[in-house]
């Protein structure tokens, strides 16, 4: 097989990731951002790449060298699972798995919060999609002090440190910031309510945590702010508008698994110029 097919038009990705070590403001980013781009053409560009994606995630398991770990962080309604559907659209479902993380358990909670993400990490040849992740104990656990201040304080730092390690050892990590409005969530809250197909996604929960808007925002922004580094970098993804997102979102999955420059496999000795009788 040739090598995958480039994709042409590129964009800059360099203006979504979150530099290491910088103070950040949310507001740098508009979630409405469409990039100059109509939705035809940057829907026909997801699916280019989407093609190139294909072939690469083949390549990565065919190579069976790199692990590749994709975190996805949002507010309630952010787009997390619209995400996944789309972007890895016609991916080959084997060599990908998504690992949500919902409520912990009272099993998972009686150990340490890293306990239940470390076994979901990728092994070789493998990419893995984090929907939710340990962010949730910098996140859910600080707006609602589910453990002391003092504890998930200390958090940041284990993060930073874990993901290190990761990478020390193979992983290349992206993690991936759904921004969107808070007039954005309002809509697509009212649309699960007024759209019977959509009710079943509709909760009061996500209303009474609409009322934390401020104070998750903040800590999304001190999640980026502390854990944003050179091993595991941070992109804030503009997502109001769902093609936009999935366009920014391929062009840096795409652009990363370039960069690991995979090649196939050797064949073993006398495989080429074999005739299959
Ligand atoms: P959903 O993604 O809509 O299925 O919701 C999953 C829920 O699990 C969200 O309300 C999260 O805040 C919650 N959740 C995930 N991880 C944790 C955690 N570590 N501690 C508390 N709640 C969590
Ligand atoms: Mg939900």
Redesign the pocket.
Not at 100 to 104: I, R, S, V
């Given at each position: 097989m040739t090598e995958p097919v480039r994709h042409n038009v590129a964009m800059d990705i360099s203006r979504y990731r979150v530099p290491a070590s910088k103070s950040v403001d949310l507001h740098a980013w508009d979630p409405h951002e469409d990039g100059g781009l109509s939705r035809d053409e940057a829907e026909n560009e997801t699916r280019a790449l989407n093609k190139e994606l294909e072939s690469l995630q083949e390549l990565l398991y065919a190579e069976g060298r790199h692990k590749v770990l994709i975190v996805i962080q949002a507010t309630?309604t952010g787009g997390k699972d619209g995400t996944i559907r789309h972007v890895f659209d016609g991916v080959n479902p084997s060599g990908v798995t998504v690992a949500?993380?919902?409520?912990?358990t009272p099993q998972e909670l009686s150990h340490d919060?890293l306990w239940r993400i470390h076994q979901h990490t990728p092994g070789a040849g493998e990419l893995t999609i984090f929907n939710?992740s340990h962010y949730?104990?910098v996140l859910?656990?600080r707006v609602h002090d589910?453990v002391p201040e003092e504890r998930w304080r200390r958090r940041y730092e284990h993060i930073r440190n874990f993901e290190q390690m990761l990478a020390d050892e193979g992983t290349t990590i992206v993690k991936l910031f759904l921004h969107i409005s808070k007039e954005e969530q309002r809509e697509r809250l009212q649309e699960r309510v007024d759209r019977p197909e959509k009710n079943w996604k509709f909760s009061f929960?996500d209303i009474a945590e609409r009322e934390h808007w401020d104070t998750y925002q903040d800590a999304f922004r001190v999640m980026l702010e502390k854990t944003s580094t050179d091993a595991a970098p941070w992109y804030v993804i503009p997502a109001n508008r769902k093609w936009f997102r999935n366009r920014v979102i391929s062009e840096i999955i795409v652009t990363t698994l370039r960069s690991l420059d995979m090649r196939h496999p050797a064949p073993a000795d006398g495989v080429p110029g074999t005739v299959v009788a």
């Open positions: 309630d949500p993380f919902k409520k912990p919060y939710r949730e104990d859910v656990v589910l929960g």
